[in-house]
Each structure stands twice: as C-alpha cells, then as structure tokens.
C-alpha cells in the first residue's frame, strides 16, 4: 500500500508540472539517448568488420615484415624488408610448412598512385597480387578474367580494375582490353570487379589489382614483399602452420628469442579479437563522455526537487503534524526523484533506439549496405539502471532536507 501511495503521489507531482518536468528529465533522456546510440552504432561498426573479417575465411594467414607494433609511434616495427623471394620459396616448400595449402606474395604501391586514361585521372590504391588473393577474398571480375600465374611469371603489363575506377575513367564505354597508365608504364586491363566496397583492407571499388612480379620491377623497384597471404588446409591446423612459418622465417634469420622477430604472424581470429578490443575501448570511451550529461541532468534534478522541497514546506509541517516520521517524508521525495529519472531513462531508451535505427540506415545507404542495426540489449539495461541510481544519488539531498524540517516552523512557513 506505501509503494503503490508513493508511486500515485509521485506522478501526481509530475502531472501538476508538465512542462517544469519534461526540463527536469531532458538531460536524462540525453544522457541515456546518446549511450543507447553509442552502444548500438558501435555494436553495428564491430559487426561489420568482424564480418568482412570472416568473410577472408578462417584459415588464412598474414605474415607482414618487422615486429609486430606496439603503438602508431613504432616506425621501426613497420617499414621492414624481411620477407624476400627467399622467405617466399621457404614457405612454399611442404617440407618446412607441411599444413599450408597456398601462400602468395602482396607488393602495395604505396603515396597514391596517380591513373590516367586519354587525358581523365584518377587516384587508386594499386596492388601487386596474384590469384590466391582474388580468391581468399572473393574478387572474381565481372567482365574479363584475373591474370594468371603465367602472367605473373612474365611480369606482364595487365590490370584488373576496381568498379569506380572504371567509372571515373571510362564512364559507361567499354574499359575492357584497353590500355591505363600507371607511372608512365601503360597496362591493359584484363579484368573488371564488380561493386563490392570497402573491405577489413581496403576499399575494392577504388583498387587496382597487377602481377606482383610487375609491380615489384616497374612502380616499386624493391626486392621484398609487404605481406604474404596464405591459407592453410585445414581450419584445425591453422594453429600448426602458425608455428611453422615462425619456425622457418626464424631459421631463416638466425633468430633463437622469439622477442627479436623481424617479422608477425597473424590469423582471422587474432584480427577479429583485436577489433572486439578496439571497438570496445572506443565504445567504452564514448560512453563516459556521454554521462556527463547525467550528471548535468542530476544536478538540475536536484535543483529542481529542492525548490519542491521549498514549495511544500507547509505540506511537509502538516505531514508531520498528523504523524508522518521523517522517513516518510524521505521515502517520498527520494520516490519523486527517481520516478522522474526512470521516466526520462525510458523515453531515452525508446528515442535511442529510434535514432540508432534512423543512423543505421543512413549508414547502410552511404557507408557499406552490411551495415546492420544492432540494439543490445544491455545497453537499454544499463541505461535504465543509471537512471535509476542518478535519481537516488541526486534526490537523497533534498529528500532529507526536506526529511529534517521542524513542523512547527514548517506550517509557519509563508
């Protein structure tokens, strides 16, 4: 009977004062808006890489040159020139690696390669490939074929291209057979991609894909690798081939402490763990800052039940006069505070769940059309617990104020 008497008087003060109300409650439901559209944005984001990261297929393996970096300041564990043709030949050899079905070289075209066309240029992401990488991620053309391994033993001048790519340069002729310039080396385009966006790497749309053996000789001129992609025969002996490649680049560099690898081996399931990591300490961070807002909104929440406490002092003394104790009194300012913070959480929760919605699929039109809406669940729990507690932390004040007055001097009260 007092909770059902507390909660009826409590939303009677609310009906009394709509307007000052609904001022009281708009930090909250702020506060609780954006954590409910961090959370759901952020949980989208995650799940699209996480997804295009398994789209690559969970046995394939990336080796990269140097140490792997321990921060965006370490240079050193980034530009490296460890993997070479030699590398290249251990690992293919079945004898040092048993497990590994197909390993193949990544050479990338790094500052922006500049392509022109009959007088139209454009800017793309060039990298040197070969089959394999076309098949781990699925970037079979459209129109034309990929060049083939003999085209990469005579490092032919041939191009697969990406959809936008042809777009700018050719609009709506035909691309196909005719010849780009890349570096003032012209290359006859072979193949053409079908619009696919961006991926966990790069974006496909803007890429241009050539042998890596040309690149090497006619855009890079170096003698080493960036990268080399590989998949395993298995998904159960990906760990195994782990621990093969590192046993034979390290016998290959002389390298006995494992701390000093000039190079990195890493899986799908290390690079999905990674960015569960990230994106998790980016939500987490987001979701502070927008406490503040609770906080604001707790502090105007205080304010606004001390002048209540202020206004009913009459109340408060007649209260008291017929018998109420002062946890009464407590018990039914602290419910005021917090009926008007939990309302505000769960107008917050549904427009955080509305606006998430709206985002996700701008996000789906613009950004990847993968893009998902994800509503955790938690998030509107955690929204609706901090509500909860912000009025009691920020209603127990004016509660006893209002608690610790004297009846008499309170019905004397003007």
Do not use: C
């Not at 909250?28 to 295009?52: E, P």
């Not at 990929?146 to 990406?162: D, L, P, R, T």
């Not at 390298?255 to 999905?272: C, R, Y």
């Amino acid at each position: 009977m007092v909770f059902k008497y507390n909660l009826k008087t409590a939303f009677s003060g609310l009906r009394t004062n709509k307007s000052r109300s609904l001022l009281t409650i708009l930090g909250i439901v702020i506060g609780i808006t954006a954590i409910i559209m961090v959370m759901s944005i952020g949980q989208g984001a995650k799940d699209l890489i996480l997804n295009q990261i398994k789209g690559l297929g969970s046995r394939t393996i990336i080796v990269e040159p140097g140490r792997e970096p321990q921060g965006p300041s370490d240079i050193s564990a980034i530009f490296s020139d460890s993997l070479k043709e030699r590398e290249f030949e251990a690992l293919k050899n079945k004898s040092n690696v048993p497990g590994i079905a197909e390993v193949s070289p990544i050479v990338l075209v790094t500052g922006g390669t500049t392509v022109t066309y009959e007088g139209e240029t454009v800017q793309a992401t060039t990298i040197g490939a070969s089959d394999l990488m076309a098949r781990i991620m699925d970037m079979y053309p459209e129109e034309g074929i990929f060049f083939s391994e003999e085209e990469i033993k005579s490092q032919a001048s041939v191009a697969v291209i990406g959809a936008e790519v042809k777009k700018k340069l050719f609009g709506s002729s035909e691309a196909l057979g005719q010849k780009i310039k890349i570096k003032n080396r012209n290359f006859k385009i072979v193949g053409i991609l079908p619009r696919k966006g961006q991926t966990s790497i790069f974006n496909v749309d803007e890429m241009i894909a050539i042998p890596y053996t040309t690149a090497q000789r006619y855009l890079t001129g170096t003698n080493y690798y960036n990268e080399f992609i590989a998949q395993a025969e298995s998904e159960e002996s990906v760990p195994r081939v782990v621990e093969d490649i590192k046993i034979t680049l390290r016998s290959l560099h002389n390298i006995t402490d494992p701390e000093k690898d000039d190079f990195h081996v890493t899986t799908q399931e290390d690079i999905a763990s990674r960015v569960s990591v990230i994106t998790g300490t980016l939500t987490l961070l987001l979701v502070s800052v927008a406490t503040i807002s609770l906080v604001v909104g707790g502090i105007g929440i205080m304010n606004i039940m001390l002048v209540s406490v202020t206004e009913r002092t009459r109340e408060i003394g007649l209260r008291k006069a017929i018998g109420a104790t002062e946890k009464n009194i407590l018990t039914q300012f602290l419910f005021e505070a917090v009926t008007l913070t939990l309302v505000g959480g769960i107008v917050g929760i549904i427009a955080g769940a509305f606006f998430s919605f709206l985002v996700a699929l701008v996000l789906s039109k613009t950004v990847s059309p993968d893009w998902s809406f994800a509503f955790p669940v938690s998030a509107a729990l955690i929204g609706f617990a901090v509500s909860g507690f912000v009025g009691v932390a920020f209603g127990l004040y004016p509660a006893k104020k209002a608690a610790s007055k004297n009846p008499i001097d309170a019905l004397r009260y003007e």
